[in-house]
């Protein structure tokens, strides 16, 4: 898969979303730089390009303090705008309903 993207740049953008996926809220900056680290490294050489700029920390959870250290490694923080909630698997009517009605 990870071929396939680096074969198509321009279709798709590579994000940094953790390692193990944990709580970043509840990391130190030394746990919080080896989750982005460690992740920045598997993916960077399967696509044949960085994950950065593009960082969203996993379950949402953001304050300062990460945006912060993101910040410094030269990750830019972004979220959802709508919460389809489609981890729950709601089906594809519901997801598409969640996301019509919320556009803006």
Known sequence: MLARIAAHPTLLTVGNHSWDHPDFANLTESQIA???TRTEAAIAPLA???TKPWFRPPYGATNTR???LAAKRGEKTMLWTIDTNDW???GSGVIASRIVSNAR
């Open 66 to 68: 990460i945006r912060s």
């Open 34 to 36: 080896d989750q982005l």
């Open 48 to 50: 044949g390009r960085t």
């Open 88 to 90: 729950r698997r709601p």
